[in-house]
DNA sequence: TTTTATTTTATAATTATTATAAATTAGTAA
DNA sequence: TTACTAATTTATAATAATTATAAAATAAAA
């Protein structure tokens, strides 16, 4: 299953084969990246990259991420910017576990057999993907609830 | 089918039994809302609310389609977010075709019901709803898509 | 080592959204 | 119908995420 996760090399190498020079800054970022399994937006890389390396900047973090989702060793995920687009590692087909409560986004490997939308309900539409998202309560936050009967958000 | 789509006369009636005063901004949005199908965002709505009424202010949409949020008779969509959060008043559970070129997106009431995540793969998540998305292209990006690959007129 | 195009950084600009506070107004009651 | 008052709207400022710009720094080639 998870054939295509980006490693370290293969990104360098992608950034490499493009004509592009290699830095400590983009090393740090993509090493981050590869370790990080959480979705990070781009200010939580930067966070982590400046804790290592002081002078980094946000435009360098931003730029990176750029270049590497264009190169296509890094997926952006608009589904849940609520702080911020996230970036995805696993270039797999896959899809998604959502705690509606603390925002935790989980890989789901698992394939599901034949999801085929009817001709007559896709509006003329070619379709290339589908993807499925589980909006649930992570156990943390299952945890939670049941210590405080208190209600929360969406 | 959609049963739950939102009507102009069950949102006033949301607001005013929430207390609230209706005004003919909240009017002009509500009606808006409910016949448009495009999921348009706050700035979508704001335009074409000035549109008719000139002194319509930004704020007042915001604070309009918030509170139609909070009453539960407007679903926010922040999977789309290019360009901003994205409003549906089709309130049933429902899934998305979504035209990755020029953003349209558009309504499934297909029901897939046999959908399952197995125990294993929920790691630990109480899952209360999922819903798939379908990316692809729209007739009309389709088409432009030809016009490209053979070049003959316009 | 020198050169140079690329990259990084600091900074400003932009966009979507939220906050604030003064002016206006819907709904109510006299 | 008019006056009252709390809710609402508006203009404006503030904030947050992201993008743009241009000078300083540097990786890689010569
Ligand atoms: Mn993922
Ligand atoms: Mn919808
Ligand atoms: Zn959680
Ligand atoms: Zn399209």
């Known amino acids: 299953m ?11 190498e992608l950034l490499r084969q493009s004509g592009r020079k290699m830095t400590p800054q983009r090393r740090a970022i ?11 937006t781009a200010e ?10 002081p002078d980094m900047s946000r435009a360098t973090v931003y730029n990176t991420l750029h270049e590497l ?12 910017s609520e702080s911020g687009i996230r970036y995805d590692t696993n270039l797999d087909p896959h899809h998604h576990l959502f705690c ?7 890989d789901i490997s698992h394939d599901f057999a034949e999801i085929t939308l009817p001709p007559r309900e896709a509006a003329g539409y070619q379709i290339i993907r589908h993807q499925i998202t589980f909006y649930g309560l992570c156990p943390t936050c299952q945890e939670r609830n049941k210590e405080q009967a208190s209600p929360s958000n969406t």
């Open 2 to 12: 998870g054939k295509t996760m980006s490693t370290p090399e293969a990104l360098i």
């Open 69 to 80: 989702v264009a190169l296509g060793g890094l997926v952006e995920t608009h589904e849940f």
């Open 30 to 40: 993509i090493e981050l990246l590869v370790h990080d399994t959480t979705h990070p």
């Open 100 to 106: 509606i409560h603390c925002h935790a986004l989980v």
């Open 44 to 53: 939580e890389i930067y966070q982590r990259a400046a804790a290592m390396m």
